[in-house]
């Protein structure tokens, strides 16, 4: 079994936030021309989203949040992973030499 090693915090969060905002960019477009097709959001977010113009305001903001979001997820994975590859114990291969005690042999028959 190989050693774990500690991964770059910010390269990780880099690239998850890079990934969640490329995920946000194709999604959330799609999802807020459905809301202005439908002319209505869910329920849960009606007021909010309706107040910003069907849904359109969203659709330009979500990426952003979705990036940040990713940014913060991505660095608490790494910081987790690395707290982890820290304490993982070591194999440690301890020899001993031992007087081994052989009892005397007769060479009469």
Known sequence: MKETKPIS??????VTAALHGAVAVVFVPVLSFLMLLWGSAPAQLSSTITAAGDGMVF???APLGCTVFGFIAGAFAALTHNV???????????VREEEILVPDVSLAA
């Open 59 to 61: 659709a330009v903001i």
């Open 9 to 14: 915090v910010f390269l990780v969060a880099t």
């Open 84 to 94: 982890f590859a820290k304490e993982q114990p070591r194999q440690v291969l301890v």
